[in-house]
């Protein structure tokens, strides 16, 4: 009996050791992760020392640096605060309130669904922490997009001899939101939520003159980042709406809209993504005025024709 606990007691101590081990692997794989892409961001010229610490305390620490206040980054790292804000430009951001959205979006990437669900934690009123939340997303969507990079993106759809909208799972809700108003407006406008051989069918005749929108916030789609880049180089211009300024989808959008994406359970939202829907359909059809009032005209006639309505 004494012998069969000594060994049960050690195929324990054994299991244990071993996930301790694997855990160390995926924060030291995270960590390398972390580092490799900001090394990636680094300008011509080196860093400064105290610029370099920075680096090494945001590398080191995912999860830290992508909620912590700027004043313990700074801490950490032995420098003032306005040296961290610098770092922040120097790697192409506009400051650390920017740089750490980006942060915080790659590190949720970076761990699993069960762990994001246990990152969040509890929370005593759902609706109202939820809502909450979404109005933190929706500043940060405020601060992340100027009025010229919305007015240029607008331009590019305003002006398209065709529009593909591209969403899947829970971004088809804004996808199909745009394409869905577009052609009430009279866009020539389609939506594409299929993956595969229709993926490549809605979008193997796209060229110069068409725009495609592509939505994407959290894990990247393979298939969608890839049809956007054979758009990018058949001449069709790309409008990204994305959680990553910095990542592979941004760099082949000609116009990148920023959307923060945390939600407060294991899902993403899509609050802010869909906001910035609503306000690329304003000025489409401020742009195109004469065209979506008249359209807009013919189609509720086509409701009354119908009798869609009740009333």
């Known amino acids: 009996m004494q012998t069969t606990l000594q060994n049960g007691f050690r195929a324990l101590s054994s299991w244990q050791v071993h996930r301790m081990k694997a855990r160390e692997d995926v924060t030291e794989a995270r960590q390398q992760d972390e580092s490799t892409w900001l090394d990636g961001l680094l300008p011509g010229q080196p860093l400064s020392k105290a610029q370099q610490r920075v680096l090494d305390v945001v590398s080191r620490n995912p999860q830290l640096a992508s909620y912590a206040e700027l004043a313990e980054i700074a801490q950490r790292a032995a420098v003032d605060n306005s040296t961290v804000v610098r770092t922040a430009q120097t790697l192409g951001f506009r400051g650390w309130p920017d740089l750490q959205r980006e942060l915080r979006a790659r590190y949720l990437v970076m761990i699993s669904t069960e762990e994001t669900l246990a990152a969040h934690g509890q929370y005593r009123s759902p609706v109202h922490e939820a809502l909450q939340h979404d109005i933190e997303n929706l500043r940060l969507t405020l601060d992340a ?145 004469e065209r979506s009032r008249t359209t807009i005209r013919r189609t509720q006639q086509l409701w009354d024709d119908l009798e869609i309505y009740l009333d």
């Open 145 to 289: 997009n100027t009025g010229d990079e919305v007015a240029s993106a607008v331009a590019a759809l305003a002006g398209a001899r065709s529009i593909t909208v591209l969403g899947y799972g829970s971004l088809a809700a804004p996808a199909m939101v745009l394409a869905h108003l577009g052609a009430t407006m009279g866009y020539p406008i389609t939506l594409e939520n299929r993956l595969g051989v229709h993926l490549a069918s809605g979008t193997n005749t796209l060229g110069s003159g068409d725009v495609l929108v592509v939505i994407n916030i959290w894990r990247s789609i393979r298939q969608v980042i890839l049809a956007a880049e054979a758009a990018h180089r058949a001449g069709a211009t790309v409008v990204a709406i994305t959680d990553m300024r910095r990542g592979r989808l941004s760099a082949v959008a000609q116009h990148a809209l920023i959307v923060p994406s945390e939600g407060i359970s294991f899902f993403q939202s899509v609050t802010a993504a869909t906001s910035v829907v609503y306000g690329l359909l304003a000025g489409m059809e401020a742009a195109q005025a």
